[in-house]
């Protein structure tokens, strides 16, 4: 018995492992950042916040759920549901929206991944030290505009990743997530109690919290909108494949909760370390992607131990990207595994050539293409707005109008452990408030 429950305590463990590894990445620190400074501020945050509430934790438990009852991979999972339900297997255009969304995105990601990696050589060299918001600034100018240097980052990031899933070890790597995601926590405290001494705090704050709603535009929700689907790596069909391994016990609203509580804490720490750096150093919150990699060696650079700390910062982040990353491969693998005669090494190889070279366009648009605009934006922007403005959201809205309105409402209160009340307020808000809240989104954007 007791031997029984301890199994299904560490499968759960798991499961909530592997869903926060994949959460947890870039999308915190780098993109949360760069979004609310491009977009003002307060209102981008509180927007986000109720986006992650209203429309992130239903779409979620909606995934899992999808996922749990189809066990298999999404595209197969929505058919054979759509199937059982009487339903057309066009159903299954959502588990195949959501597979091209992650190719698109591991894309950029990895070019990300790669400038991390190229911090974290940075940060052991010392090339950080000492220097003021010039010279910070100059050095991720430097590789912005060294397309050769970029590349070898990526290659590096993108290897990693590709060699992780080919030996199909992503299961191990969930130990490796229970004890850095903390270290990763306590660093984000170290790198905020730096902000509290800048004298900038209260700016910071301001900032982030205090909105000027009369900036707000279609477009700053639907930005807002979109980083929540990013952040919780929903309307991709990662989040349904992780539910085809959970088990029946599994309390899909709690871990649920568990889940966002994090992913959500880690992005407003990381706004609250590098808004305080941006204010005191007269640096400007729209810098845009690179706002992480100016602000944070500034910080690295000019406190006591800041090497050592820099070093450990971007070690782990780099850590936290590539358990997103390996997350975003896993399923255009798995797909190509289920659907084509290649073994899972030559489809990891196949697939992860095809992303690193979606990657070099992308990252050829911070120089030699930088002027090569399709409908006004780079390869780069256009790869980010596309999936996260566009596909993401449509994917999720699709799991979410699928449980809600294809499964039979009782059993799905039942498998929520929901009754009386709580069954009719997840009723509504799946029927109806986080699809309308989606599509108000998509309207007000237009
Ligand atoms: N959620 C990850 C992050 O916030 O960095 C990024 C990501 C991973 C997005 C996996 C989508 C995904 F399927
Ligand atoms: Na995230």
New binding site residues.
């Given amino acids: 018995m007791s031997k029984l429950s301890h199994a299904q305590w560490s499968s759960k463990m798991a499961f909530i492992l592997a869903a926060t590894g994949?959460?947890?990445?870039?999308?915190?620190i780098w993109?949360f950042s760069y979004m609310v400074g491009d977009s003002g501020g307060a209102a981008f945050v509180l927007i986000y916040l109720a986006c992650v509430a209203l429309v992130g934790l239903p779409i979620l438990v909606a995934e899992w759920l999808i996922g749990r009852r189809g066990q298999e991979n999404p595209i197969n999972s929505m058919v054979d549901l759509a199937r059982k339900n009487g339903r057309l297997p066009a159903w299954a255009l959502v588990g195949a929206s959501g597979v091209l969304?992650?190719f698109l995105?591991l894309s950029f990601?990895s070019v990300i991944g790669g400038w991390s990696l190229s911090y974290t050589l940075g940060s052991v060299t010392g090339a950080f030290t000492g220097q003021d918001a010039d010279g910070v600034s100059a050095i991720f100018t430097g590789l912005l505009g060294n397309p050769l240097a970029l590349t070898l980052w990526h290659t590096a990031f993108m290897a990693l990743v590709v060699w992780i899933v080919a030996r199909g070890v992503t299961k191990g790597l969930e130990g490796a997530v229970r004890t850095l995601m903390p270290a990763l926590v306590v660093l984000m405290l170290v790198l905020v109690g730096y902000g509290m001494t800048t004298g900038h705090f209260g700016e910071a704050l301001a900032f982030m919290f205090s909105p000027d709603w009369g900036a707000v535009t279609g477009e700053v929700v639907l930005a807002a909108m979109g980083q929540a689907f990013?952040?919780?790596?929903?309307g991709?069909g990662?989040?349904m494949a992780y539910g085809s391994y959970l088990g029946e016990d599994v309390n899909l609203i709690g871990t649920a909760r568990t889940v966002i509580i994090l992913?959500t804490a880690i992005a407003l720490l990381a706004g609250l370390a590098i808004f305080p750096i941006v204010f005191a150093n007269g640096l400007s919150p729209g810098e845009g992607p690179g706002l992480i990699f100016v602000t944070l060696p500034l910080a690295f650079g000019n406190m006591t131990g800041g090497m050592i700390l820099g070093l450990m910062f971007f070690l782990l982040l780099t850590f936290?990207?590539l358990t997103?990353?390996i997350?975003?491969l896993e399923p255009v693998v798995e797909l190509m595994e289920e659907r084509t005669p290649l073994s899972r090494v030559s489809a990891t190889l196949v697939g992860g050539v095809a992303v690193w070279a979606l990657g070099i366009a992308a990252l050829m648009s911070f120089n030699v293409w930088d002027d090569f605009l399709i409908l006004g934006l780079n390869v780069f922007d256009l790869l980010d707005t596309f999936t996260s403005k566009f596909l993401l959201p449509l994917t999720g809205l699709g799991a979410i109008l699928f449980v809600a309105w294809r499964l039979d409402r009782d059993s799905v209160a039942a498998e929520l452990n929901l009754s009386g009340g709580q069954a009719t307020l997840w009723h509504l808000v799946s029927r109806f408030v986080a699809p309308v809240g989606v599509i108000l989104v998509f309207v007000s954007s237009l």
């Fill in positions: 994949s959460a947890v990445g870039l999308g915190n993109r969304a992650a995105i990601y990013f952040t919780l790596s929903l991709m990662i989040m992913d936290a990207a997103s990353a997350s975003l």
